[in-house]
């Protein structure tokens, strides 16, 4: 079973940036592909980033590359998302995800899932 716990959301005004941190435990970090996802009020969970088990292959949805850098440390058991030149669109919980598949675009395919932390990006 892994417990995942993100932290690191807030308020900031457009063009801002906030740092994501994911810390996971209870079981092989490095054993799981992580996610970030996003999901705004009235809207579907959708992904944002994801990277592979060493950290060597990521993926980002378009409306977020060039701006989002998702990273990983696996001896500190945690990932990071950072999120630069901020949006009110990128307003949103921020969750991340724990899977040992490779669909990591569908949140169906993680096992595993945070809290989530709230980003608003005002305007």
């Known amino acids: 079973q892994v417990q995942l716990v993100e932290s690191g959301g807030g308020l900031v005004q457009a063009g801002g940036s906030l740092r994501l941190s994911c810390a996971a435990s209870?079981?092989?970090?490095?054993?799981?592909?992580m996610g970030w996802f996003r999901q705004a009020p009235g809207k579907e969970r959708e992904f944002v980033a994801a990277?592979?088990?060493?950290?060597?292959?990521?993926s980002y949805t378009d409306s977020v590359k060039g701006r989002f850098t998702i990273n990983r440390d696996n001896a500190k058991n945690t990932v990071y998302l950072q999120m630069n030149s901020l949006k009110p669109e990128d307003t949103a919980v921020y969750y991340c995800?724990?899977?040992?598949?490779?669909?990591?675009?569908?949140?169906?395919?993680?096992?595993?899932w945070g809290q989530g932390t709230q980003v608003t990006v005002s305007s």
């Open positions: 995800a724990a899977t040992r598949g490779l669909a990591v675009k569908i949140p169906s395919r993680y096992e595993y």
């Open positions: 209870g079981g092989t970090f490095s054993s799981y592909v």
């Open positions: 990277i592979g088990f060493i950290g060597f292959s990521t």
